[in-house]
């Protein structure tokens, strides 16, 4: 576990989609900090989110957890009773290492991690308090997102917000060249080689669809969030939070 990510270095491995396997989740910490600027503030961001947003006796959904680090953000965060924090990932590989990274922690805080393996487009959505996708929305079909987040506005308690973190594109040709030039710059930075790039592109092009700032608030406003704000933005990655619109939030 937490092994280095080096899946992209080879040009021998035959180009294929991205999928989130056994060979992602051992790399998948070190993969997601060097892919994503902002990753390592982002998480504990989210936590203190969901400290403010959470409500007694409700859940905490964290949807694509992966490892659960937002799970485990939120859990160390949150400490209102009767907290639930339920953690869906479609992936067998993923769901299995979280499990037995809960199982061996003995440090687990108050609200109660339930991870499971499922489909988010499946997962009914109830009396939630905080809804995270932490990217996972740009693997969705493009067809289903504006039913997810009609769901999940109806799932929200009223004072309930959606935290939604996404890698974005730019209706500007010139902005969304340069934006993905110094997202390129980050991951250099960041010890990954051109080819690693590459490569790592190829996989996620059929697999990753990006929308763009525009099309997420009209999607938002027309699941019924009446207020979205983004909180955060690194080059082509952005955290909004967005407010039910009979919520009344503070
Ligand atoms: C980029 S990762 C999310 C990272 C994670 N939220 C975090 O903060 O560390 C995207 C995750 O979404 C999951 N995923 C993709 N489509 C899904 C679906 N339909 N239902 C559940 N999980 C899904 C993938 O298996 C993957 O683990």
Redesign the pocket.
């Known amino acids: 576990m937490n092994r280095k990510d080096r899946l992209y270095q080879s040009e021998i491995t035959a180009p294929e989609d991205f999928?989130?396997d056994d060979r992602?989740v051992r790399v998948?910490?070190d993969m997601?900090n060097r892919s994503?600027p902002g990753?390592s503030l982002?998480?504990p961001m989210?936590g203190v989110l969901a400290r403010r947003y959470a409500q007694a006796d409700s859940r905490l959904y964290?949807?694509?957890?992966?490892?659960?680090?937002?799970s485990l953000a939120m859990q160390a965060a949150v400490h209102k009773p009767g907290v639930e924090i339920v953690a869906?990932?479609?992936?067998m590989e993923?769901i299995r290492q979280l499990q037995q990274n809960l199982a061996e922690d003995s440090d687990a805080g108050a609200g109660a991690i339930l991870a499971r393996q499922?489909?988010?487009?499946?997962?009914p959505i109830e009396n939630a308090s905080v809804v995270?996708?932490?990217?996972?929305l740009?693997?969705?079909e493009m067809e289903k997102r504006q039913e997810l987040m009609n769901r999940i506005a109806t799932g929200l308690n009223p004072g309930g917000i959606l935290v939604l973190?996404e890698k974005i594109r730019f209706d500007s040709e010139r902005e969304q060249e340069l934006q993905t030039l110094w997202h390129h710059d980050f991951k250099k930075t960041q010890g990954y080689s051109d080819l690693e790039i590459a490569r790592k592109r190829d996989a996620l092009e059929n697999v990753l669809r990006p929308d763009s700032a525009g099309q997420h608030m009209d999607r938002l406003k027309t699941a019924g969030f009446g207020q979205v704000y983004q909180w955060y933005q690194g080059f082509n990655f952005v955290s909004l939070v967005a407010f039910r619109k009979d919520g009344v939030n503070l």
């Open positions: 999928v989130f992602v998948f910490p997601i994503v990753y982002i998480v989210i964290d949807l694509g957890c992966s490892l659960g680090a937002v869906v990932d479609s992936s993923m499922g489909d988010i487009l499946e997962t995270v996708l932490n990217f996972t740009q693997f969705i973190s």
